[in-house]
């Protein structure tokens, strides 16, 4: 388990370095992740539904309870998909998942939210990039890791930047919220790339 500090500024690795432990003071953070059970529903359907949350999904409605219990079971049977509740001081915060799994193409998507409000912008974002990252390149040895975020999300623009995602594209006009069209940019990092950038990362 990886711990950091309530009073570190930890929101994005410095010098394309992680913040390392021997930088943490007081007021630890602890920091985990589980795989996500159907018995996390009620939970997922509340952020699914936050407007912090929602504001930078694809999606434009409110998600009903129905469409929820038809997702979830679904999601979590799909072996080209793997979910994990990340958890601070052991009280679930957030959500992340990989996606599109393809092992010919040893390549995947990924997304992550933190869905408990006053957790945004504490080193949690930054904690689940790093776990990704070594889940992805290290665990499974994939090839290539990419994802998709609006243009105006500039906090997570901001975390893919600095862990070292490249932008591929930017597709204008792609999906449509509040009733305008908005702007989405495609990120990827490649594992021979993280590889390099992160190669003292323990």
Partial sequence: ?????????????????FVSEQEVESNRLEISWRPTTLADSDLLFRWRNSPHVAEFQYTDHVITREEHDAWLPRVLADDRRAYWIV????????LANLAAIDMHNRRCEWA???GESELVGKGVGSWIERQVLREVFLKRELNKLSCEVLDDNEAANAIHRKFGFTQEGFFRDH?????????IICYAM?????????????
């Fill in 87 to 94: 958890e601070v001081d052991g009280k679930p915060v957030g």
């Fill in 175 to 183: 999906v449509v919220k509040g009733g305008r069209p908005r702007n």
């Fill in 1 to 17: 388990m990886v711990v950091w500090s309530k009073g570190t500024d930890l929101k994005l690795p410095r010098q394309g370095c």
């Fill in 112 to 114: 992550f939210y933190i």
């Fill in 190 to 202: 490649r594992r021979a790339d993280y590889l390099t950038k992160f190669a003292d990362d323990p």
